[in-house]
């Protein structure tokens, strides 16, 4: 039986989840999708072969032959629009963050369950195969008992502009945006321990954001005894590692998800649609077995609660540079 999709939005996510669903052949079926502006949604519905297009996503979302509905709006539209969705009784997979508020995101959990559907969170990492081909090297003991992990969510010589600058429909900046995949990354690749404690050191307008955080580092305790290290900013000056990239380390040694010289070769492709058609079955799988999906709407709400204790840890500043002055004993 052919799954009948709902896309909510038109950017660069969301083509990217259109894509997925090419991938996943005659089984799924991309029927309507919805966006505030109607040119761009008319022109994304003409370049799919899309039906149905409409600027008011509450009547794409109700259509009957709807099954799920994917998310892909900015951060601040998530929990309104999945909240609908549920009531509406369609599956959602919304993209990450869930909301921009752990409040929010409890009140996302507690109505999935309460209707019996499923809610599943674009935390897409968890099923691109380097990431679970080191998760079950670590499950094998090949790196002893782990001792760390160190991660990244970096943009290197860019950053992003329009909302997801802007606090209040983003929620945040790079931290939001970028170290929650690498922090959720880290606690899947270790067996999705709790966080039991989280610190943090923020950079805001150190590269130009000045309205968010744009700069970096958080510290994760978790149950388990492990503790993760994330890096995560826009504009830096160069790579430790790919987004998500993680290395861990043991009591018999050390492993990471993308051993590759950085930066990578012009013809890489990082974040590949086939990462989000894996995910997008395995939701689907999940809508049909009854079983949560991997990244379960739990995942979110965890990955959401660490960011909102690192924000809390580290309250907002203006970063200023200036330019060093010589001293007075320079030559």
């Not at 909510?8 to 996510?13: A, E, I, P, Q, W």
């Not at 761009?40 to 979302?61: L, N």
């Not at 958080?218 to 987004?243: H, Y």
Request: glycine share 10%.
């Amino acid at each position: 039986m052919t799954a009948r999709i709902a896309l909510v939005g038109y950017g660069f996510v969301a083509r990217l989840h259109a894509d997925a669903i090419a991938l996943l052949g005659d089984d799924v079926e991309l029927v309507a999708v919805a966006g505030h502006r109607a040119d761009r949604v008319a022109e994304f519905a003409r370049e799919r072969h899309i039906e149905q297009w409409s600027t008011d996503w509450r009547d794409i979302c109700a259509r009957p032959d709807v099954d799920l509905v994917i998310v892909a709006t900015p951060n601040s539209l998530h929990f309104e629009q999945t909240m609908t969705c549920l009531e509406l009784g369609k599956h959602v997979l919304v993209e990450k963050p869930m909301a921009t508020t752990v409040a929010d995101a409890r009140a996302m959990v507690h109505a999935a369950r309460a209707a019996g559907l499923v809610l599943a969170v674009g935390h897409m990492w968890r099923h691109h195969p380097d990431v679970t081909a080191l998760r079950e090297r670590i499950q094998q003991g090949d790196f002893g008992q782990l001792v760390r992990t160190h991660g990244w969510g970096v943009h290197a010589g860019w950053g992003p502009s329009g909302w997801f600058v802007d606090p209040v429909l983003a929620g945040g900046g790079a931290l939001i945006d970028m170290g929650i995949h690498a922090i959720d990354t880290a606690r899947f690749l270790i067996g999705d321990p709790t966080p039991v404690r989280v610190e943090a050191s923020i950079g805001y307008g150190a590269h130009g954001a000045h309205t968010v955080d744009d700069d970096g580092v958080v510290i994760v305790e978790w149950d388990n005894g492990i503790r993760s290290l994330v890096e995560f900013g826009w504009w830096q000056p160069e790579l430790g590692g790919l987004e998500a990239d993680t290395k861990v380390l043991g009591t018999a040694g050390s492993g990471r998800v993308w051993d590759m010289g950085l930066p990578p070769a012009p013809d890489y492709v990082h974040c590949h649609p086939s990462m989000y058609a894996t995910q997008l079955a395995d939701v689907l799988d999940a809508c049909h077995s009854g079983r949560d999906p991997l990244a379960s709407a739990e995942v979110g709400l965890t990955a959401l609660s660490i960011v909102e204790l690192a924000y809390a840890s580290s309250p907002a500043t203006t970063t200023t540079t200036t330019t060093p002055q010589p001293s007075k004993d320079t030559p």
